[in-house]
């Protein structure tokens, strides 16, 4: 059984800094692709940007481009989300997603393209 938990959310004023971790169990996380996502209140969840296998590829929704940097460390099983010059409306439960070990990347941005999911993390960010 494939686990993922979150980590590293909280309260930060505009313009700062927050790391999410997302730490995964079972399953083959090196072979997985890993994706991110939000949801804030009343709204559908969103996609935040995604990851490949290695790591080399990434995509990432407009909002977030030069602001949220994904990475990964297959060693330690673990994602991590960078968000940095954060806004308010950056407000939203987080979470990161694994899609199937050996699905090819294609930069997946559905969540109908991921198999297991964390709990999601609370970030808010005040004015």
């Known amino acids: 059984q494939v686990q993922l938990v979150e980590s590293g959310g909280g309260l930060v004023q505009a313009g700062g800094s927050l790391r999410l971790s997302c730490a995964v169990s079972?399953?083959?996380?090196?072979?997985?692709?890993m994706g991110w996502f939000r949801q804030a209140p009343g709204k559908e969840r969103e996609f935040v940007g995604s990851?490949?296998?290695?790591?080399?590829?990434?995509l990432y929704t407009d909002s977030v481009k030069g602001r949220f940097t994904i990475s990964r460390d297959n060693a330690k099983n673990t994602g991590h989300l960078q968000m940095d010059s954060l806004k308010p409306e950056d407000t939203a439960v987080y979470y990161c997603a694994a899609a199937r070990s050996g699905a090819a990347y294609g930069g997946q941005s559905k969540t109908a393209d991921y198999d297991y999911w964390g709990q999601g993390t609370q970030v808010t960010v005040s004015a």
């Open positions: 079972g399953g083959s996380f090196r072979q997985s692709v």
């Open positions: 990851i490949s296998w290695s790591g080399a590829r990434m």
